[in-house]
């Protein structure tokens, strides 16, 4: 696993009109995707969300007006994640963003470009936290987890 330190938003980076920074969840569940993706835009970050790898390859690398995605949360469920070639054409699509894997409980160490690892079972604002961690948000854009 390879540790970078988080990504640092320049505090005057991010007006009224800068868009949130994007965070693709790439989860095959679509309802704990779609719950995942309404927590972290609650926290102030603009998350899409994709089924697999596959999917998030199709996904725009450069969506106008949204900014590039500077994280990706991965499912270690999806059976592409093993993939390393398919893993590291997702990383080099979107820029080298920081990275977390919601990894299994019964899976021992998590093997890849991995900057994070929440192990499951984990909670939706364990999650959030690990996200802000890697990506750190200004205090005028986030926004406390209920």
Not at 3 to 13: E, K, T
Not at 52 to 79: F, H, K, S, T
Not at 123 to 130: D, H, M, N, T
Not at 134 to 139: A, D, G, N
Request: hydrophobic letters at 45%.
């Amino acid at each position: 696993m390879t540790h970078r330190p988080p990504i640092p938003l320049r505090m005057g980076s991010l007006s009224e009109n800068a868009p949130a920074p994007r965070v693709l969840v790439i989860m095959a569940d679509h309802w704990a995707r779609a719950l995942l993706r309404a927590a972290l835009r609650e926290a102030g970050y603009d998350a899409v969300g994709a089924r697999d790898l596959v999917e998030a390859l199709a996904y725009p690398a450069v969506a106008p007006p949204r900014g590039p995605v500077r994280l990706i949360i991965v499912d270690q469920r999806i059976p592409q994640v093993g993939d390393d070639m398919l893993v590291r054409r997702l990383l080099e699509r979107y820029g080298d963003p920081a990275t977390l894997l919601l990894s299994q409980a019964t899976h021992g160490r998590a093997e890849g470009p991995w900057q994070r690892v929440v192990q499951r079972p984990a909670s939706i604002g364990e999650i959030v936290a690990a996200a802000r961690a890697l990506l750190p948000l200004p205090p005028q854009v986030s926004r406390p987890l209920d």
